[in-house]
């Protein structure tokens, strides 16, 4: 029987919704598992908890009580005893109440990752044409979803301080005098060891980005994204308190953390602290995705919090990665030579360094390069990905993307693969260098940052 | 220090969701704890299988491979184990292979309960003003959410037969007759024990769904989405095929399925297949929610099906739920007059029976009917909820909601609680009857239903 084949007829976000750009990294794994994978931003495997939460099971299905609680649905807005202990755990991180800083039990949301507290966030503020300031370059999932939602995503540059404040002040105050601050909905920032650089933002900008998200909210409130993915993964100095502990009245900023960076990501479990209207807003929205995330895995993170499984665990962390990060620093010193015109960050805690190779170097997906490097067995993130293309009222002449950046991550590899994976990655950088072709192509330094003393 | 306050500037689409219409039954319930509550969609808590994931568990976290992989990142798509077991147990029920039926793993989703898989399709279907067809009465959480997605949803009449197919059949061809058929995205039905009313999509009335969403597709794909979250809670009868399983080329129905019911909400995991057009779009847009659900709850599913621990706690569950079910119908019998005008019905599986009274009496919120029943200590869902109030096109004589229909699930209560609690509701309602105003409202009899016998 002959039948035609009606085209399915997608809703205009769905027509704005592409794949995420980096799942071709995806398939060059499949292709070589023996890659040493620099590109993945996962967490280490050999570092999982497994033994942990075989013991946090047990002790809740233990109880028939626990056991079922763990079962059953639980709330919207999440397990309160997870809420509770998250909180007390915030209070531990910022050294203060956090009465202080205005935020209860209540104004905590639990979500499936923190990703879906970013998802959610943007879907009840951002219209088509809304403006998200984020920092170039930036995590760039949720400048997908960002761009998905149908935001024009504005960036202002990083550097060594984190996103750019005096960027954001001229940012807004042009935006204002052309009428255009009504668009701007959300300042998103990574404030601890950032992905894709590694770099934190300083003492010294927090509380200025509050003061310029209060000041110009003459005619709705701007807020604050502050993704905090990172946070507990450091190694070197000490932690800065988050921009929303500065404020007293939980108005202007929101803060999410998640359980997947420093516990499991397999729990698929983030805690956001936000303002009691944007609260109910989002959980309206989340009723509808799926009136609450999983409960047991609430339960399992929420005893791992209790009973001190979880801080032991991120110490035991801390250590690892600082050793993997050390590593990976040592072996770019010593593989990449000062000559070559590269310089890299430095970061005091995350998985990630970002690496700036010579200006007319390509590190692009179609590059020699990236080839080179999947030939002789090492991946990596091309720099691009992390690049907002600007359109919208902000296109002047930071619409440039650079080519020259690579995001290595330490995450996921073994630690004697450090040394042979940057060893690699230098012969595929000297090679590429000597077949410079002669005519430089036009490149600019736009990423000011600390390079490597 | 004064501030100003400026307001949140949410999205359309924030303003377009409120809360969840029945928050004010918790409310009742945290009021008294005590009450017998027959509003809950709640499982049976003493049902839940704490020892077989206390079992589970124990499996996965004895390897070091299998913890590992619980605890890590899983895909968007969802653990490959999960959906080829998913597969196998749907093959199972349909009693045929999935070849025929043209579906395969690749075309499974896995995602955070069966309901965000109905809010992703809706999401990746709808712009607003598109139509989606419905039963009368219908699932309120799910068109609470294609209204928040800016749908109009257009009910047609519930029978005993399940949606009727009949008045589809004719509002389609209205619509096309009015160059209207172009907003026809979704028709919505759950095909197995619904939700409010106990009934199911006949036999008969399968393929006629199917061959009306192929006839009326000339311009694009109508899609018939196909809950089944109630499917193998079955008491009675035989298992009907899906109407997916009717259609050989995997092109106009999505099926969707949730372990909620049948095993634990509380691992917050569903399964649905749908055609691989329509899941490259759903998967693009839950990259952004989410990138992929929690992997340990997945495993645990996964070894759940694989080991037939699943299977097993179906069985069980249908036999504690039998007994409920035929507890709260021999209550019913015994406690409601045939006098009284009243009727219920007699659903074969699920979780609820839909409670008609006579004409004039009110159920509602507001009544006094509702109100005497909080103050005997007994809850039930006015059945207004589960109507659409009707707009767009279909303005006609539909628009009316009846209020003389409760919702009674024998899910969550204890055997021993279903008759105290009819006995309290048929009191309430004998005295409501002896209150009656002597004028009668204007009603009408909307739901020509299976009455009990």
């Known amino acids: ?72 649905y639980d709330t919207t807005l999440g397990l309160a ?56 370059p930036c995590y760039f999932v949720y400048t997908g979803t960002l761009a998905s939602l149908g935001a024009t995503v504005i960036p202002v540059p990083m550097t060594s301080d984190g996103i ?61 994204l502050e993704d905090a993915a990172y946070r507990e993964l450091r190694y070197d100095g000490p932690d800065l308190p988050s921009i929303k502990s500065q404020e007293r009245e939980n108005q202007h900023t929101i803060l999410t953390h998640t359980f997947s960076k420093p516990f499991a990501p397999g729990l698929k479990t983030g805690y956001t602290a936000m303002p009691a209207d944007l609260l109910e807003a989002v959980l309206h929205q989340k009723g509808n995705h799926d009136f609450g995330s999983a409960s047991l895995t609430q339960h399992i993170a929420a005893e791992a919090l209790d009973s001190g499984l979880y801080d032991q665990h991120v110490r035991l962390l801390c250590q690892s990665y600082r050793l993997k990060r050390d590593a990976m620093l040592e072996a770019l010193k010593r593989f990449i030579p000062a000559s070559s015109g590269a310089s890299w960050t430095y970061p005091s805690g995350g998985l990630y360094i970002w690496l700036t190779l010579a200006n ?21 993130v091309p720099g691009e990905y992390s690049f907002q293309p600007v359109d919208g009222p902000a296109a002047d002449d930071r619409g440039f993307i650079p080519k020259n950046h690579v995001r290595l991550s330490f995450g996921q590899v073994a630690p004697e693969q450090i040394e042979p994976g940057i060893e690699r990655l230098a012969q595929a950088i000297a090679a590429s260098v000597s077949q410079r072709p002669g005519e430089a192509s036009p490149t600019r330094d736009v990423l000011p940052m600390n390079a490597h003393p």
Do not use: W
Request: glycine share 6%; net charge positive; aromatic share 6%.
């Open 1 to 72: 029987m002959s039948r035609t084949n009606p085209a399915l007829a997608l809703s205009a976000k769905a027509r704005r919704t592409g794949e995420q750009p980096i799942s071709f990294l995806m398939a060059a794994v499949q292709a070589n598992p023996n890659l040493i994978n620099f590109a993945a931003g996962l967490v280490d495997p050999l570092t999982l908890p497994v033994d942990t939460v075989r013991r946090i099971a047990q002790t809740i299905f233990t109880s028939d009580a626990r056991g079922r609680a763990a079962l059953q």
């Open 81 to 136: 005893s997870l809420r509770r202990a998250a909180l007390k755990h915030l209070e531990k991180l910022e050294q203060k109440s956090a009465a202080d800083f205005g935020v209860s039990e209540r104004d905590i949301l639990i979500s499936t990752g923190s990703q879906q507290a970013l998802y959610l966030i943007g879907d009840v503020l951002i219209d088509p044409g809304d403006i998200v300031i984020a920092a170039n």
């Open 164 to 224: 750019d404040v005096s960027a954001i002040e001229k940012l807004l105050g042009r935006l204002e005098r052309e009428n255009q601050i009504g668009r701007v909905k959300l300042i998103y920032t990574t404030s601890y060891f950032q992905n894709p650089t590694g770099l934190t933002l300083s003492a010294q900008a927090r509380p200025r980005l509050l003061e310029l998200a209060r000041r110009f909210s003459r005619h709705h409130r701007i807020m604050i």
């Open 360 to 380: 007319d170097l390509d590190t692009s997906r179609s590059s020699r390069l990236f080839q080179a490097c999947v030939d002789k067995g090492v991946l990596y």
